[in-house]
């Protein structure tokens, strides 16, 4: 009786670590469109976040008053 409980246990946290692990791929493969519609302007918000995730950086190039120290 134990034996049977340790192998659904077993079986129950496999299929759930499973089931974690496919979220991402099924996720990404159920869109057609991308998550942010480059379209259209970028939220207050996502500017805001720009900089610290690199996401919607709005970024021209280097600084040109910038010199790196030798």
Same mark, same amino acid.
């Given at each position: 009786?134990?034996? #049977?409980? %340790?192998?659904? *246990? /077993?079986?129950? *946290?496999? /299929?759930? /670590? /499973?089931?974690? *692990?496919?979220?991402?791929?099924? #996720?990404? #493969?159920?869109? %057609? %469109?991308?998550?942010? @519609?480059?379209?259209?302007? *970028? ?10 995730? %690199?996401?919607?950086?709005? @970024? ?11």
């Amino acid at each position: 009786m134990p034996q #049977l409980r %340790n192998v659904l *246990l /077993a079986t129950g *946290l496999g /299929a759930f /670590a /499973a089931a974690g *692990l496919a979220f991402p791929f099924i #996720l990404a #493969l159920s869109r %057609n %469109n991308p998550v942010i @519609d480059p379209s259209k302007p *970028l939220s207050p918000q996502a500017t805001f976040r720009g900089p610290y995730i %690199n996401t919607g950086s709005r @970024d021209i190039g280097p600084d040109p008053g910038h010199r790196v120290p030798k």
